[in-house]
């Protein structure tokens, strides 16, 4: 069954416990037009392949640590860092512990060519 999206005025809370913590490894919060809020887990040693999206995004780490790879290198995150990243940048990420975090997309219109 789906996690319902948020509502405008509802509320969610995001720290699950421990024995739920991999039942639901990611589930979007809302989408609305112009945003999408995610909510992910990742157990330690799983990893997110590089990829990209079209729009900016942010990725704030709510617990454990999170190894985002970028073409630049590296950037290791530990509870309450926040990341930006530009639109169309490749990236993976690497649970280095139990990791828990927030990605926001800024949703930009695609232009058909």
Not at 17 to 29: G, K, R
Not at 66 to 71: A, I, N, P
Request: aromatic share 4%; glycine share 6%.
């Amino acid at each position: 069954m789906a996690t319902p999206h948020l509502r405008s005025g509802e509320m969610t809370n995001l720290i699950a416990p421990d024995e739920q913590f991999l039942m639901l490894p990611a589930h979007a919060l809302f989408k609305d037009t112009h945003l999408e809020v995610i909510h992910m887990n990742l157990a330690e040693g799983k990893s997110l392949p590089s990829h990209q999206v079209n729009g900016p995004i942010t990725i704030q780490c709510l617990s454990g640590d999170l190894q985002v790879g970028l073409e630049a290198g590296n950037k290791t995150m530990r509870a309450d860092d926040l990341l930006y990243l530009a639109a169309d940048l490749p990236h993976a990420m690497l649970a280095v512990t139990n990791a828990s975090f927030l990605v926001t997309i800024v949703l930009l219109k695609t232009v058909a060519r």
